[in-house]
Nanobody
Framework: VQLQASGGGLVQAGGSLRLSCAAS????????MGWFRQAPGKERQLVAG????????YYADSVKGRFSISRDIAKNTMSLQMNSLKPEDTAVYYC???????????????WGQGTQVTVSS
């Protein structure tokens, strides 16, 4: 199983970015998918997760109201729409999949490669 993340980049504070994650096969047979991020010198943390079958979602408090996670069942893709970006959102973002909900670093079964998001002030 491979997860391919894309869509990172450099944006000014207040701007938007959209991240996408595509699976090479049916990684979406796992129950949950999500996005984590890791800033320099900090631990990797959950940003948002989505329950594949129901579409139910959950978010870190720091991104509630600004970020939105979604999935496209037909295309086997997951996306993260990030609005009102702040410099503290700067990190490497990773897509992930696992059976347990909510996703945590310790229960992720599959990781994608990271994509850098940089928000300038």
């Amino acid at each position: 199983v491979q997860l391919q993340a894309s869509g990172g980049g450099l944006v000014q504070a207040g701007g938007s970015l959209r991240l996408s994650c595509a699976a090479s096969e049916r990684a979406f047979s796992t129950s949950n998918m999500g996005w984590f991020r890791q800033a320099p010198g900090k631990e990797r943390q959950l940003v948002a997760g989505i329950i594949w079958r129901s579409g139910g979602s959950y978010y870190a408090d720091s991104v509630k109201g600004r970020f939105s996670i979604s999935r496209d069942i037909a295309k086997n893709t997951m996306s993260l729409q990030m609005n009102s970006l702040k410099p503290e959102d700067t990190a490497v973002y990773y897509c992930a999949a696992g059976q347990k909900s909510p996703l945590r670093v310790s229960n992720v079964d599959y990781w994608g490669q990271g994509t850098q998001v940089t928000v300038s002030s």
